[in-house]
């Protein structure tokens, strides 16, 4: 059985550099279609995915800035295993503090999982998605 599994990537991988289509990662458990509009903040609100995950798991397929995803593209969203789906997207007044305090986690457990945020929490937007779980889903040892 797992040696399907190998040769099904293995020939998405050919696939992929032949003709351009994208593969989607090893082990991805959720995925997404891109609609006219989105944007990787409005597919992470609609779909509790925090802006890291989304980028970490697309790394090598979507730009950091987000400028090329495209209708129709299946984009992945999580990794088994190591897949938040428990977020919350800032609205203005928000900091980290009153985030984690929300969502009852502390605010090591909220850096932790959302290594993009910087120590001081200069760098968070309106908008922007957030993994919120108490559970630690980033390894950035193991996953970098
Ligand atoms: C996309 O955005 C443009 C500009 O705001 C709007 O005119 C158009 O209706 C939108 N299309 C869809 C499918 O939401
Ligand atoms: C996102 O999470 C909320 C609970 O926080 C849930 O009600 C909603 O169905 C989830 N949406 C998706 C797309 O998984
Ligand atoms: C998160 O994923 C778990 C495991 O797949 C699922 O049981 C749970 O309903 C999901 N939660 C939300 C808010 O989508
Ligand atoms: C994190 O990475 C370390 C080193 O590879 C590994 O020993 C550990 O089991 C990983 N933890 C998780 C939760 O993936």
């Not at 950091?64 to 995803?69: G, V």
């Not at 789906?85 to 986690?105: K, L, P, R």
């Not at 120590?119 to 040892?141: D, Q």
Request: hydrophobic share 35%; proline share 5%; charged share 10%.
């Amino acid at each position: 059985m797992f040696s399907f599994t190998g040769v099904a990537i293995a020939s998405a991988f050919v696939a992929s550099s032949m003709y351009a289509v994208t593969a989607l990662p090893s082990g991805c458990d959720r995925t997404y279609v891109v609609q006219v509009n989105d944007t990787c903040d409005s597919i992470c609100a609609a779909n509790n995915v925090s802006s890291y995950q989304l980028s970490a798991v697309n790394s090598g397929v979507i730009d950091p800035n987000c400028y090329d995803i495209y209708p129709a593209e299946t984009i992945c969203l999580g990794i088994t295993g190591q897949d938040c789906n428990v977020t919350y997207t800032m609205q203005s007044s928000d900091t980290c503090a009153t985030i984690a305090a929300a969502a009852s986690i502390s605010l090591n457990t909220f850096l932790t999982n959302n290594p993009n945020v910087n120590p001081i929490c200069s760098n968070i937007y309106p908008g922007e998605t957030f993994c919120t779980s108490p559970t630690i889903y980033v390894n950035l040892t193991s996953s970098e």
